[in-house]
């Protein structure tokens, strides 16, 4: 129960009756150690948590997940929820057995080290190899313990605030952002994958139209993923949603979205999205859109009702199916494995920014409140630089100013 001396070495030379004493002197003080850490725990709430902190970074952990205080139930998206689960699940089973009072920051940065490593794997032959590095996962359960350690020392427990104030002043390299784009050309040859494969019968053909319309939405109007296709999340009661999203409940899920049938009357599509309720709603003229409308139009009228990404039996399609699928297609259509779905949003802002859009206009098409936020979606401004440093070359090669003799 956390008693600060777990080893005691005794004199040397000392007789029966010396050792017997300080047994004794040492007995009695870890019984009053026990007593009060029983009393601090029956002046604590019962209710609150089943479990009960023994010191260690487990309990820490599920406290942190079982307190009805803690963001982890209430907050935050059933999808962030996930990955909070995938992170304390890296940190239960690799270090939940260290007592936090016995950690230092060494140690923590020395988990950060282990984390990050990339993972195992066996050939066929036995041998061994390690993939790429996972920083994002060695980050993100870094700032796990760091977020556990201060909600348990909210709860005031010493030793949590103690190792969270020193760990405030460490810093882990975290992943860089992201440079990979879904652009034009990738897209085309999606579609054109997608419609490959329905016609030799590898996917649906339904299947296929969403999928392109959800790509193409993405990549055109610039939009997340989230916002295209909707979510999925357990039904609750008295939950609350973001002005203008439509509600479809099915027994205990709830979906909620902004792209429906019912919302683009006569092509046009009035929306706030996910992540834009303090501001204006924006509106797009579908039929302007030339990977898109042509797509939209396709839908058999019988189906323009609800959502208009739909997976199996009408649904709105969910999440895992919607990757899934993305990925069938874009091999097909040998879309590099590292560029993703989300990355069409980058993709359009990237396109626009070479067109001569001012990036304030393009801030806005990406519904950014901050136009710094808008830079880590212009993945090409290391292209310009180069493009810019050759058109200087020419130039004084023109002038006669090259620098040869």
Excluded at 55 to 70: D, F, L, M
Excluded at 180 to 200: C, N, P, S, W, Y
Excluded at 334 to 358: C, F, K, L, Q, Y
Aim: glycine share 8%; hydrophobic share 35%.
């Amino acid at each position: 129960m956390g008693f600060p001396d777990t080893c005691i070495p005794l004199p040397p030379g000392a007789t029966d009756e010396e050792i017997g004493e300080l047994c004794r002197g040492y007995t009695a003080q870890l019984r009053q150690h026990i007593e009060a850490e029983k009393k601090k725990l029956e002046t604590s709430d019962p209710s609150l948590t089943k479990t009960r902190y023994d010191g260690t970074i487990k309990a820490a952990c599920q406290i942190y997940q079982e307190h009805p205080n803690s963001a982890f139930n209430h907050g935050i998206s059933d999808t962030t929820r996930r990955g909070y689960l995938a992170d304390l699940k890296v940190i239960i089973e690799s270090v939940g057995h260290r007592r936090v009072k016995g950690c230092t920051t060494l140690d923590v940065e020395a988990w950060y080290r282990e984390w990050r490593k990339g993972a195992e794997y066996i050939d066929d032959d036995g041998t061994a190899w390690f993939g790429p590095e996972r920083i994002a996962r060695a980050h993100n359960a870094v700032a796990m313990v760091r977020t556990v350690l201060r909600f348990m020392a909210r709860l005031r427990h010493p030793d949590c605030k103690l190792l969270a104030e020193e760990l405030a002043k460490v810093k882990f390299e975290r992943e860089g952002a992201r440079e990979q784009e879904l652009t034009f050309q990738h897209v085309r040859d999606f579609i054109r994958a997608a419609g490959e494969m329905a016609d030799k019968d590898l996917i649906p053909r339904d299947r296929a139209l969403y999928l392109s319309i959800a790509t193409a939405a993405q990549f055109e109007l610039m939009l997340r993923q989230g916002d295209i296709i909707g979510k999925w999340q357990p039904r609750k009661e008295g939950a609350k949603f973001p002005r203008g999203v439509e509600l479809l409940h099915l027994d205990k899920e709830t979906w909620s979205g902004f792209f429906t049938w019912e919302k683009i009357p006569g092509w046009r599509w009035r929306t706030r999205t996910s992540k834009s309720k303090y501001r204006a709603a924006v509106e797009f003229d579908l039929q302007i859109y030339d990977l898109l409308f042509p797509l939209l139009d396709q839908v058999p009228m019988e189906e323009r009702t609800g959502a208009i990404i739909k997976g199996e039996l009408g649904l709105p399609i969910r999440y895992r199916t919607f990757v899934k699928a993305f990925r069938k297609i874009a091999q097909f259509a040998n879309i590099p494995d590292e560029v993703w779905s989300m990355d069409a949003r980058a993709g359009g802002a990237g396109e626009a920014d070479e067109a001569g859009v001012d990036t304030t206009l393009i801030s806005a098409g990406l519904t950014h409140t901050n136009v710094t936020t808008t830079g880590r979606y212009l993945r090409r401004r290391a292209k310009k630089i180069v493009t810019i440093a050759e058109a200087r070359k020419q130039s004084r090669v023109a002038g006669g100013e090259d620098g040869t003799a």
